[in-house]
Nanobody, 118 residues
Framework: QVRVVESGGGLVQAGGSLRLSCVAS????????MRWFRRAPGKEREFVAR???????AYYADSVKDRFTISRDNAKTVYLQMDSLKPEDTAVYYC????????????WGQGTQVTVSS
């Protein structure tokens, strides 16, 4: 199977930046679609960003557009650069890995905590 590991979370002041990483290993797919989700306290899981496995095109939730940037270093490593962070960005961030741009992937990381102070 596949192991997915996120890293890079931490505590930062509003307006600051963090860079999250997600690495997939094991029996990875030929197409590598990665997504970032987050779950804030008392709220449902929320989509953040997606990068395709074909041409690495990016797609963002409106709440993070123009502040967050998803990119890949290679087929199995993806980053989420988070700039101009707001307190409402505070959440546990999860990486999701699959092989289909249309369907949520079957593999999840353990999550990394991002806390933004006001």
């Amino acid at each position: 199977q596949v192991r997915v590991v996120e890293s890079g979370g931490g505590l930062v002041q509003a307006g600051g930046s963090l860079r999250l990483s997600c690495v997939a290993s094991g029996r990875t797919f030929s197409r590598n679609v990665m997504r970032w989700f987050r779950r804030a306290p008392g709220k449902e899981r929320e989509f953040v960003a997606r990068i395709s496995g074909t041409n690495s095109s990016a797609y963002y939730a409106d709440s993070v557009k123009d502040r967050f940037t998803i990119s890949r270093d290679n087929a199995k490593t993806v980053y989420l650069q988070m700039d101009s962070l707001k307190p409402e960005d505070t959440a546990v961030y999860y990486c999701n890995y699959g092989n289909d741009i249309r369907v949520l992937g079957p593999y999840w990381g353990q999550g990394t905590q991002v806390t933004v102070s006001s």
